[in-house]
T-cell receptor, first 114, second 110 residues
Framework: GAGVSQTPSNKVTEKGKYVELRCDPI?????LYWYRQSLGQGPEFLIY????????DSGLPNDRFFAVRPEGSVSTLKIQRTERGDSAVYLC????????????FGPGTRLTVT | QKEVEQDPGPLSVPEGAIVSLNCTYS??????FMWYRQYSRKGPELLMY????GNKEDGRFTAQVDKSSKYISLFIRDSQPSDSATYLC??????????FGTGTRLTVIP
């Protein structure tokens, strides 16, 4: 079946602009996660959704970052007033249910802030 | 100090060699230990997971966990050029998110 998909695959934006990154999880997966992977680093947790609600947003670095999952499927990560330090690959993962190590990752969106 | 430490490499080996990849950790709450493989410009793919101390084998891959030393390893036997990728260790406390190492970039030379 189809895996986790993310769009766009690449996004270049200017400092100060607003961006939206989209994640489409595996069908039937109720849990969705966002991670950020900076160059030469492992993925770092940003936020976890169980259904429509953000169950854990402790990894969001500041209030410029926000994510939604209004219908419990597709999720959008929103970054306001982008900074050069936001440049990274943003990975989305999903799992059949919450509270599991078995998370399936998408290919990521490579964000470059110039 | 990061909770999960991994030597970033890079590691370059000839085809057929045995590869050893390692991570250490500091958080005693970690319960599950995973190895992910990440090809260039792709998302991480789960290779193996282990729960307890000891060895787990899957084909050419063996995962080893030593909880007393807070040390995990992944061994790849008869390495192939197709094994060239970044290998990430990851750990889970039983809550929500995974904690990753920095990844080790492996190149297997034909």
């Amino acid at each position: 079946g189809a895996g986790v998909s993310q769009t766009p695959s690449n996004k270049v934006t200017e400092k100060g602009k607003y961006v939206e990154l989209r994640c489409d999880p595996i069908s039937g997966h109720t849990a969705l996660y966002w991670y950020r992977q900076s160059l030469g680093q492992g993925p770092e947790f940003l936020i976890y959704f169980q259904g429509t609600g953000a169950a854990d947003d402790s990894g969001l670095p500041n209030d410029r970052f926000f994510a939604v999952r209004p219908e419990g499927s597709v999720s959008t990560l929103k970054i306001q007033r982008t900074e050069r330090g936001d440049s990274a690959v943003y990975l989305c993962a999903s799992s059949l249910s919450g509270g599991t190590y078995e998370q399936y990752f998408g290919p990521g969106t490579r964000l470059t802030v110039t | 100090q990061k909770e999960v430490e991994q030597d970033p490499g890079p590691l370059s080996v000839p085809e057929g060699a045995i590869v050893s990849l390692n991570c250490t950790y500091s958080n005693s709450a970690f319960q599950y230990f995973m190895w992910y493989r990440q090809y260039s410009r792709k998302g991480p793919e789960l290779l193996m997971y282990t729960y307890s101390s000891g060895n787990k084998e899957d084909g050419r891959f063996t995962a080893q966990v030593d909880k007393s030393s807070k040390y995990i390893s992944l061994f790849i036997r008869d390495s192939q050029p197709s094994d060239s990728a970044t290998y990430l260790c990851a750990m889970w406390t039983g809550a929500n998110n995974l904690f990753f190492g920095t990844g080790t970039r492996l190149t297997v030379i034909p």
